[in-house]
């Protein structure tokens, strides 16, 4: 039992593809929060120019 469990504990094959998948939710999770982020930024200083023309006008 313990020999299994320790064989079983080295075996690197198959973990490729769930490495893979894992490192890829994390970098699109991190770009789709980076995108929300530099909209709502880019929105508010777009918002803040169009205030100021406004108030010239």
């Keep these: 039992m313990v020999k299994f469990v ?4 080295r075996d690197e094959s198959g973990a490729s593809a ?8 994390i970098v699109g999770s991190g770009i ?4 929300v ?3 709502g930024a880019i ?3 777009l918002g803040k120019q169009a ?4 108030a010239i006008t």
């Design 18 to 25: 769930a490495e893979y998948a894992l490192i890829l939710a």
């Design 43 to 45: 929105s508010n200083s």
């Design 6 to 9: 320790t064989s079983f504990l």
């Design 32 to 35: 789709a929060v980076a995108a």
């Design 37 to 39: 982020a530099l909209g």
């Design 51 to 54: 205030n100021k023309i406004a």
